[in-house]
């Protein structure tokens, strides 16, 4: 078993998810939130930072991580308005669990998330300070932040889980036992306790390393009052309930016995006198307080409170729904998913029946360590690249994109090295705007990290840097599987730089949710922002086009009236600037941005080469569906696609109109547009017909989305279709070559 793989809440809002089933969780919060309070008021007053950082570890999903977002944002608001701060202050917010977690979940519910905050904050009469939200994969028992630069860590029922099964449990050594039970052996409760102790110890000498001189930690656990590590309370009785289940199945022939006597759980509940040796022995750390709570394990909402023997039964389905929540990846991973339900329905019995019966009301105990250290639019909604790996894939489908960024790698070297030479930070935060997934994603990362890499080797940089990349995209992006290819990229990143003699810095990868058009980042924190084939894509369908004033056009058409091209261009130059805007609020004085977007050519907005051609046959799709009866004519005339192509000039200009970037070059490339591999060559009749069926998919793993938002899903498979019958007829009567244009503005903010 493979933790950082194998392990995650379960993900989605179905009955039996974490977002469903987290209610034990949700009050271990609400009872630390004083000492979350005053660790976050303690930071304001000793520090005041102009920005924090707050870091969540072990964060999952669903209401309980932005449960932890809202109350900081509150306590900050509420110092705020009694003058703790006088300037805004701002805040940055990582999320911090295993790869596996449900990172889409979060990023898709942060635009509800912002507006009931605000609406919080305006009913006590506070204004919520600008904070922006980023994910950020990976074991909290590694690196996840560069030097000196958090601010607060909390972590809330998260530490206790161990990074693996302890070392050296082999076989049948804790036979029958899943965890630490009654027939243990005291040989494997000491290696569960080792386990623990080295993990601990791990993750505060990480934290120390990352966290700045007088900053804060709060750690909830679940622990044990006892000394004896055998008596747990109520999580000794949950594991050895679990382990009745399993021990019915190997009865009934459902599981193998070897299967059962090879399962531990990596979960430790430490006592208050182990963690205070712990933190003694890090040195680094001094315990401002310690609390130990007791909580119920009513795994129920109090507004479900049954009465009489309903009220066991239904405890008993809630306390089985809630650890098949949190233990469901760990034991389908080991026993396979055909036992689930059966397993989970026993264990759901056995807790009723141990509830009818039991006594003593046995509580969960938590215990909150609080440590100090001595060192939007419908668009927004709405588009994204097409998720999966599957034939229609953006995975799958964007060769021409990748062209791009290879085309514009000698423009990144260079304001990378420029950066380490003009502004040799110790941290360098880069961020990639519009980053998609897949192979492209990384692409970039790993072209920065060899420039870097050859730099270090050149001496340009004396000492360590680190590098914190940011891919930032819209909620509706697949972050999940960039989070789940991470440790591949790593290892291959890895052997690449071995093999060249090179050492690569240590980096770190967060992702970050949200229109590019708005504030994604404090104030003077990033020192190069890069964006390859996004920034062309508008913010919204061009203000006032409205109706059927595009009759027929999905885009700037030949029968396209002027006063609709007029309105393409008002949004595209309203967006750019926003977007420049909110970019040197941003970025660090003498900071660079490379942006690289889709453009043309020609002054005449009409002519963007092949981009022009390509939703032109596109329309003519449509249009033959309508005609089919197929698509209304009112849907196709309402439909407008959100992108612009802009030309040299206008890119120059707008940036001119800025004042605060100057431009240190313009480079203009013409691609062919074929959307296959270099090694896909074919010829004659079947050439054509390949690269239609591949520009079809291409486009289509782009704009398949905003297509069904607008027309629905049954019409993709005959529009795709037709669109790449009718690209093959236009290739094979094709007098001049079309191309598709990109330019790409290398800009340095201005000192």
């Given at each position: 078993?493979?933790i950082?793989?194998?392990?995650?809440?379960?993900?989605?809002?179905?009955?039996?998810?974490?977002?469903?089933?987290?209610r034990?969780?949700?009050?271990?919060?609400?009872?630390?939130?004083?000492?979350?309070?005053?660790?976050?008021?303690?930071?304001?007053?000793d520090?005041?930072?102009?920005?924090?950082?707050?870091?969540?570890?072990?964060?999952?999903?669903?209401?309980n991580?932005?449960?932890?977002?809202?109350?900081?944002?509150?306590?900050?608001?509420?110092?705020?308005?009694?003058?703790?701060?006088?300037?805004?202050?701002?805040?940055?917010?990582?999320?911090?669990?295993?790869?596996?977690?449900?990172?889409?979940?979060?990023?898709?519910?942060?635009?509800?998330?912002?507006?009931?905050?605000?609406?919080?904050?305006?009913?006590?009469?506070l204004?919520?300070?600008?904070?922006?939200?980023a994910?950020?994969?990976?074991?909290?028992?590694?690196?996840?932040?560069?030097?000196?630069?958090?601010?607060?860590?909390?972590?809330?029922?998260?530490?206790?889980?161990?990074?693996?099964?302890?070392?050296?449990?082999?076989?049948?050594?804790?036979?029958?036992?899943?965890?630490?039970?009654?027939?243990?052996?005291p040989?494997?409760?000491?290696?569960?306790?080792?386990?623990?102790?080295?993990?601990?110890?791990?993750?505060?000498?990480?934290?120390?390393m990352e966290?700045?001189?007088?900053?804060?930690?709060?750690?909830?656990?679940?622990?044990?009052?006892?000394?004896?590590?055998?008596?747990?309370?109520?999580?000794?009785?949950?594991?050895?309930?679990?382990?009745?289940?399993?021990?019915?199945?190997?009865?009934?022939?459902?599981?193998?016995?070897?299967?059962?006597?090879?399962?531990?759980?990596?979960?430790?509940?430490?006592?208050?006198?182990?963690?205070?040796?712990?933190?003694?022995?890090?040195?680094?750390?001094?315990?401002?307080?310690?609390?130990?709570?007791?909580?119920?394990?009513?795994?129920?909402?109090?507004s479900e409170?049954?009465?009489?023997?309903?009220?066991?039964?239904?405890?008993?389905?809630?306390?089985?729904?809630?650890?098949?929540?949190?233990?469901?990846?760990?034991?389908?991973?080991?026993?396979g998913e055909?036992?689930?339900?059966?397993?989970?329905?026993?264990?759901?019995?056995?807790?009723?029946?141990?509830?009818?019966?039991?006594?003593?009301?046995?509580?969960?105990?938590?215990?909150v360590?609080?440590?100090y250290?001595s060192?939007?639019?419908?668009?927004?909604?709405?588009?994204?690249?097409m998720?999966?790996?599957?034939?229609?894939?953006?995975?799958?489908?964007?060769?021409?994109?990748?062209?791009?960024?290879?085309?514009?790698?000698?423009?990144?070297?260079?304001?990378?090295?420029?950066?380490c030479?003009?502004?040799?930070?110790?941290?360098?935060?880069?961020?990639?705007?519009?980053?998609?997934?897949?192979?492209?994603?990384?692409?970039?990362v790993?072209?920065?990290?060899?420039?870097?890499?050859?730099?270090?080797?050149?001496?340009?940089?004396?000492?360590?840097?680190?590098?914190?990349?940011?891919?930032?995209?819209?909620?509706g992006?697949?972050?999940?599987?960039?989070?789940?290819?991470?440790?591949?990229?790593?290892?291959?990143?890895?052997?690449?730089?071995?093999?060249?003699?090179?050492?690569?810095?240590?980096?770190?990868?967060?992702?970050l949710?949200?229109?590019?058009?708005?504030?994604?980042?404090?104030?003077?924190?990033v020192?190069?922002?890069?964006?390859?084939?996004?920034?062309?894509w508008?913010?919204?369908?061009p203000?006032?086009?409205?109706?059927?004033?595009?009759?027929?056009?999905?885009?700037?058409?030949?029968?396209?009236?002027?006063?609709?091209?007029k309105?393409?261009?008002?949004?595209?130059?309203?967006?750019?600037?926003?977007f420049?805007?909110?970019?040197?609020?941003e970025?660090?004085?003498?900071?660079?941005?490379?942006?690289?977007?889709?453009?043309?050519?020609?002054?005449?907005?009409?002519?963007a080469?092949?981009?022009?051609i390509?939703f032109?046959?596109?329309?003519?799709?449509?249009?033959?569906?309508?005609?089919?009866?197929?698509?209304?004519?009112e849907?196709?005339?309402?439909?407008?696609?959100?992108?612009?192509?802009?030309?040299?000039?206008?890119?120059?200009?707008?940036?001119?109109?800025?004042?605060?970037?100057?431009?240190?070059?313009?480079?203009?490339f013409?691609?062919?547009?074929?959307p296959?591999?270099?090694?896909?060559?074919?010829?004659?009749?079947?050439?054509?017909?390949?690269?239609?069926?591949?520009?079809?998919?291409?486009?289509?793993?782009a704009?398949?989305?905003?297509?069904?938002?607008?027309?629905?899903?049954s019409?993709?498979?005959?529009?795709?279709?037709?669109?790449?019958?009718?690209f093959?007829?236009?290739?094979?009567?094709?007098?001049?070559?079309?191309?598709?244009?990109?330019?790409?503005?290398?800009?340095?903010?201005?000192?």
């Amino acid at each position: 078993m493979k933790i950082e793989r194998d392990f995650h809440m379960m993900k989605g809002d179905d009955e039996f998810s974490y977002a469903e089933n987290s209610r034990m969780q949700k009050r271990a919060i609400l009872a630390a939130k004083p000492i979350v309070e005053k660790a976050v008021r303690d930071v304001c007053i000793d520090l005041h930072p102009q920005s924090m950082v707050i870091a969540d570890l072990g964060c999952s999903f669903g209401a309980n991580t932005l449960l932890f977002v809202s109350e900081a944002i509150t306590t900050i608001c509420e110092d705020h308005n009694n003058t703790i701060k006088e300037s805004p202050m701002e805040i940055q917010f990582f999320l911090n669990d295993l790869p596996g977690n449900d990172f889409n979940h979060i990023f898709q519910s942060l635009e509800q998330f912002e507006q009931s905050t605000t609406q919080d904050c305006t009913c006590k009469g506070l204004q919520p300070p600008p904070h922006f939200v980023a994910g950020l994969p990976g074991s909290f028992y590694t690196r996840l932040f560069p030097c000196n630069s958090v601010h607060l860590f909390h972590s809330s029922m998260s530490v206790m889980w161990l990074s693996q099964v302890p070392e050296h449990l082999d076989g049948s050594m804790n036979e029958g036992n899943i965890h630490i039970g009654a027939t243990t052996p005291p040989s494997v409760a000491k290696l569960y306790q080792n386990q623990f102790e080295k993990d601990f110890s791990q993750f505060l000498q990480m934290r120390c390393m990352e966290i700045v001189p007088g900053g804060r930690m709060v750690l909830t656990v679940a622990g044990r009052k006892s000394k004896d590590v055998f008596n747990a309370g109520g999580t000794t009785t949950l594991f050895e309930l679990l382990s009745q289940g399993l021990h019915t199945l190997v009865a009934e022939g459902r599981v193998a016995k070897e299967k059962l006597d090879s399962f531990n759980i990596p979960f430790y509940c430490p006592s208050a006198d182990e963690l205070k040796q712990l933190v003694q022995q890090c040195e680094l750390l001094d315990i401002s307080d310690i609390q130990l709570l007791e909580i119920d394990g009513n795994a129920m909402d109090d507004s479900e409170q049954a009465e009489d023997i309903s009220a066991t039964h239904t405890a008993g389905k809630s306390m089985s729904a809630s650890l098949r929540a949190a233990m469901e990846s760990l034991i389908s991973s080991h026993f396979g998913e055909g036992i689930l339900e059966e397993l989970f329905t026993v264990f759901a019995r056995k807790f009723t029946s141990y509830i009818e019966s039991d006594v003593e009301k046995s509580g969960i105990t938590s215990k909150v360590r609080s440590w100090y250290a001595s060192l939007a639019s419908t668009i927004d909604r709405d588009f994204h690249m097409m998720k999966g790996d599957d034939e229609f894939s953006y995975a799958k489908n964007s060769r021409i994109q990748r062209r791009a960024i290879l085309a514009t790698r000698p423009m990144v070297e260079k304001a990378v090295r420029e950066i380490c030479i003009d502004l040799h930070p110790q941290s360098m935060v880069i961020v990639d705007l519009g980053c998609s997934f897949g192979a492209n994603t990384l692409l970039f990362v790993s072209e920065v990290i060899t420039t870097i890499c050859k730099n270090r080797n050149s001496a340009l940089e004396e000492s360590t840097m680190e590098v914190q990349f940011f891919l930032n995209d819209l909620p509706g992006n697949d972050f999940n599987q960039i989070f789940q290819s991470l440790e591949q990229f790593e290892q291959l990143k890895k052997q690449h730089c071995a093999c060249r003699g090179l050492q690569p810095p240590p980096y770190y990868v967060a992702a970050l949710a949200g229109s590019f058009y708005t504030r994604l980042f404090p104030s003077n924190t990033v020192h190069f922002f890069h964006s390859s084939m996004s920034v062309m894509w508008l913010s919204q369908v061009p203000g006032n086009l409205d109706g059927s004033m595009n009759e027929g056009n999905v885009h700037i058409g030949a029968t396209t009236p002027p006063m609709v091209a007029k309105l393409y261009q008002n949004q595209f130059e309203k967006d750019f600037m926003q977007f420049l805007r909110m970019r040197c609020r941003e970025i660090v004085h003498g900071g660079r941005m490379v942006l690289t977007v889709v453009g043309r050519k020609s002054k005449d907005v009409f002519d963007a080469g092949r981009t022009t051609i390509i939703f032109e046959l596109l329309s003519q799709g449509l249009r033959t569906l309508v005609a089919e009866g197929r698509v209304e004519k009112e849907k196709l005339d309402y439909f407008n696609i959100p992108i612009y192509c802009p030309s040299v000039d206008e890119l120059k200009q707008l940036v001119w109109r800025n004042n605060l970037l100057d431009i240190s070059d313009v480079q203009l490339f013409e691609m062919d547009g074929n959307p296959m591999d270099d090694l896909e060559p074919i010829e004659g009749a079947a050439a054509a017909q390949a690269t239609g069926q591949s520009m079809s998919a291409t486009l289509r793993a782009a704009i398949e989305s905003l297509i069904a938002s607008h027309f629905g899903d049954s019409i993709l498979d005959e529009l795709f279709t037709v669109f790449a019958h009718n690209f093959t007829s236009y290739i094979e009567s094709e007098v001049e070559k079309s191309t598709i244009t990109v330019i790409t503005l290398y800009l340095q903010a201005k000192y």
